[in-house]
């Protein structure tokens, strides 16, 4: 039962042209909600929110024949196929998750996004086994049973890859026909459990002077990133489940390291050792890999925090809107920093905004749904979403973050994106047009 | 990997003296840039962080008791990382000219007969435009010769992941004699230098020194 004390949410047109004191009656809601609906059954099956197959083969009526029994392991109805988009079938490589396909906050589990630099690593549970040495009291090993012991917490958290998005940054190459998860699918959210690294540094004991630590994996990659040993005391974990269950073999299984907020690859997966020393490692990730270059002949370190970005999933393209009248803009948006705070929406390429409502609850460093009711007058439109985190920071324009970066720069592209709806309807990624 | 305690300075072995004018003057570059990282990025030691643990920790133990002791052959098994100032570079050597033939046979196929061709990562080359203008021009491709900073990660990267098909099946010899082949043909080494424990630590990088920390802060200001 929706609780009637608050108030039903504001309408784009409200925002950009509001009545003292306007607020939508129930009445008034309901009537655009009857109208949608009575449009939708004269086309059953809108391209808006397209399904993956046809009619066929389900039964006409349901209520006429028994149905399937229960089984050990659910599956999705056939005519939902929700899939990443797979760059290529190598070691080094990755694959999106369809933002574009999901609701709420979570990612499926099977859906989460990839990055591999060997391949996903196979490894036996009853083996694996977590080293820390270096700079401590006591170089211990842990077993999975052992970091299951441990007080554990769990978290709601995204990881991003630092290259996300690239495709939408540079000027000459601009896409149209791409696909949120085509373009920022390198993001996945899910609820991660495990044992925060802290515990494990005090079973070890830090030594004075101990500043950093290298993580390791246990693939063919065998990763390696250097990490402050602030970190651990922030909020770092060494994870062993995702989304209620044991960690995926794609997602580091058995454990991987979790630092939430920070560039993906710094989150080692299948991680083996831990190493602390008093400075950085310098490995090649860190070093000839992910670093920013910048427009004044040097190239950025170290760049951890992934900055607050958001895109509209819906519409967007392969979207097809097939009436004019009353549509719901749809995204997520997030900051490695902590909470979105605001974002804000634009239906005429940036002149004017108003706030979207976000989905409670707002967790910090996750993704955060946003959804604005919006009239669409059947004309072209260029849909954009900004967001803004408790540090005050603006997600920038593509012109900002070129003036900051300069036009070439590699990782943490996270400027505005823009889709077009034209007037047939068809939604395409248009920020090519506003440059 | 480190040492022990005391692993930031070393000995110089004699046979290096002869190059201690130019030892230093590396090493003084090298330390100058490490200290540039290591005080610039806003890292507190293990005695400052403790303090800041959270509510629970004072209603848990110390430790848990959970957990073995490693043995030091299982540190030494996978402690196989190696730090710019050399700690880590294990016994051995290698040529230009052995790295030559090993690059022949397990490199050339994804790398390019010269290093060049592909089809995989581009490992020789110089050119940077102007001044390291990877930010300003898309066309210009990162390599060893160009953006690379330290040898001594060749060494650790090479040995711990290449050749992608058979990762970590090289031997030191082998892995010193590739990194002096490809040091080489990005013109960064003589073809008769030879790479060990000693040299390899200090052949400067052109990239080395064009490299920052990382200045964003969130707050009002795109960086």
């Not at chain 1, 917490?153 to 791409?178: K, L, V, W």
């Not at chain 1, 209620?244 to 299984?253: D, F, N, S």
């Not at chain 2, 990877?134 to 090479?158: C, E, M, P, S, V």
Request: proline fraction near 8%; charge should be neutral.
């Amino acid at each position: 039962m929706r609780d009637h004390k608050r108030p039903l949410p504001l309408t784009i047109e409200d925002h950009l042209s509001p009545s003292p004191g306007q607020k939508l009656t129930r009445r008034q809601v309901l009537k655009s909600a009857l109208a949608v609906v009575g449009a939708s059954m004269l086309m059953p099956f809108t391209p808006a929110f397209a399904l993956s197959q046809e009619s066929g083969t389900t039964p006409p009526d349901p209520t006429r024949i028994v149905g399937s029994v229960p089984s050990e392991i659910g599956s999705r109805s056939p005519f939902e196929h929700p899939h990443r988009h797979v760059f290529k079938p190598l070691p080094s490589s990755w694959s999106m998750t369809p933002l574009e396909d999901l609701y709420g906050i979570i990612t499926p589990s099977d859906l989460h996004f990839e990055r591999h630099h060997g391949g996903i690593a196979e490894v036996d549970p009853h083996r694996y086994k977590l080293l820390i040495h270096g700079m401590v009291e006591r170089e211990m090993v842990f077993t999975l049973n052992d970091l299951k012991r441990f007080p554990a917490q769990s978290r709601i958290c995204f990881i991003e890859c630092s290259g996300n998005g690239s495709a939408g940054y540079y000027t000459d190459t601009m896409p149209t026909h791409i696909t949120p998860g085509e373009l920022d699918g390198l993001t996945s959210t899910s609820e991660w459990t495990g044992v925060p690294l802290e515990l494990l540094f005090r079973e070890v004991g830090i030594q004075p002077g101990a500043s950093w630590f290298l993580a390791e994996g246990g693939d063919a990659a065998v990763m390696t990133r250097s990490i402050p040993l602030e970190k651990a005391y922030e909020d770092a974990m060494i994870v062993y489940a995702q989304n209620g269950e044991a960690l995926r073999p794609a997602q580091g299984y058995p454990a991987r390291l979790l630092l939430p907020g920070w560039e993906g690859n710094t989150q080692i997966k299948w991680i083996r050792r831990i190493e602390v020393a008093d400075r950085p490692f310098m490995t090649r990730e860190e070093t000839a890999k992910y670093t920013d270059p910048l427009g004044n002949g040097t190239a950025r370190m170290f760049s951890f925090v992934m900055d607050a970005k958001s895109i509209i999933t819906f519409p967007a393209y392969p979207a097809v809107l097939p009436d004019k009248g009353w549509w719901e803009i749809r995204g997520i948006a997030w900051s490695g920093r902590g909470k979105i705070v605001r974002v804000d929406i634009s239906t005429d390429g940036g002149k004017q905004w108003f706030p979207a409502e976000l989905q409670q609850p707002v967790l910090p460093k996750c993704h955060t749904r946003f959804r604005a009711v919006w009239k669409w007058n059947g004309k072209q439109a260029y849909l954009m979403s900004r967001a803004m985190d408790e540090t005050g920071y603006v997600q920038p324009t593509l012109q900002q973050l070129i003036a900051a970066r300069g036009p070439a720069t590699y990782y943490h592209t996270n400027n505005i994106r823009a889709w077009k709806v034209k007037q047939t309807g068809e939604a395409v990624f248009g920020l090519g047009d506003l440059i | 990997m480190m040492t022990g305690q005391n692993s930031v300075c070393k000995q110089m072995p004699n046979s290096v003296k002869g190059f201690l004018p130019l030892l230093l003057l590396s090493a003084l570059l090298i330390s100058c840039t490490h200290q540039v990282v290591k005080d610039s990025l806003p890292v507190k030691d293990a005695a400052s962080v403790k303090g800041t643990s959270t509510s629970r920790g004072t209603k848990l133990p110390a430790r848990f008791g959970v957990g073995r002791m490693a043995t030091a052959e299982e540190v030494r098994a996978w402690n196989i990382d190696v730090m710019p100032d050399g700690t880590g570079l294990p016994p051995g050597s290698g040529t230009v000219d052995q790295g030559e033939k090993i690059y022949r046979v397990k490199c050339a196929a994804c790398h390019g007969a010269t290093g060049v061709e592909g089809p995989f990562d581009r490992l020789v080359g110089r050119d940077w435009g102007k001044n390291f203008d990877f930010g300003i021009n898309r066309h210009l491709t990162k390599t060893i010769g160009n953006y690379w900073q330290y040898a001594t990660t060749l060494y650790d990267f090479i040995h711990r992941a290449m050749p992608q098909n058979a990762p970590g099946s090289l031997k030191p010899d082998e892995v010193y004699s590739l990194v002096a082949y490809l040091l080489y043909r990005n013109q960064i080494i003589q073809r008769d230098e030879v790479m060990d424990a000693q040299s390899l630590p200090e052949v400067v990088m052109p990239a080395h020194g064009r490299f920052v920390p990382d200045d964003r802060k969130g707050g009002p200001e795109v960086r």
